[in-house]
């Protein structure tokens, strides 16, 4: 009978060794191996944006670089001229100063003033021009013709597309004095 309880005690033994071994597993696989696998994806993840960094440190001063030569300069201001009027005389000169304008950027102009739009007594010109050249010379004559301190406002812009230019139709009415 004593044999038996040995025996008895040693199977016990297996048995609850065996039960403690399966709830270590168990507390292994449920509880550890699922922290281990999102801290070693947590890893990788902090490796990427660690190297996604360091590219971006050495990325930065050409950032930089590039970012102030992308600034230009303001070159040109909307001029806001004080308002005069062009005395009557000097409506023959109308073509030359606005032809020098345009020389300035590249364009070719044809200027002519309509004096039978002049009303009585209304102290406005209508002025005809034809501009040929490249669009953004054009901007930049737009702006200097802005600066005329007699010209009151431009009424029809017409661009028309040649093969090799542009040709820009302006009607600008200009303010007359005695």
């Known amino acids: 009978m004593a044999q038996k309880k040995k025996l008895n005690i040693a199977q016990k ?4 060794l065996f039960l403690c071994l399966c709830g ?8 550890i191996y699922p922290a281990q696998r999102s801290l070693d994806q947590l890893d990788r993840e902090i490796i990427q944006h ?3 960094l ?6 930065f001063p050409v950032y930089q670089e590039l970012f102030k030569q992308l ?4 070159t040109k201001v909307l001029p806001f001229p004080e308002e005069t009027e062009l005395s ?17 950027y590249n364009l070719e102009a044809d200027v002519i003033p309509d004096v039978n739009s002049i009303p009585s007594g209304a102290g406005i010109l209508r002025v005809n021009a034809t501009v040929q050249g490249k669009f953004f010379d054009f901007r930049n004559f737009l702006v ?7 010209l009151r406002h ?3 812009i017409q661009v028309k597309a040649m093969p090799e230019f542009k040709q820009f139709t302006l009607k600008m009415w200009l303010a007359l004095g005695e």
């Open 13 to 16: 033994s297996i048995l609850y």
């Open 24 to 31: 270590v597993v168990a507390f292994v696989a449920l509880l």
């Open 50 to 52: 660690q190297e996604q």
């Open 54 to 59: 360091d590219k971006q440190k050495i990325l």
């Open 71 to 74: 600034k230009l300069p303001d």
């Open 88 to 104: 009557k005389e000097r409506i023959g000169e109308i073509p030359s100063i606005f032809a020098e304008i345009a020389r300035v």
């Open 144 to 150: 200097d013709l802005g600066g005329t301190p007699y």
């Open 154 to 156: 431009i009424e029809e």
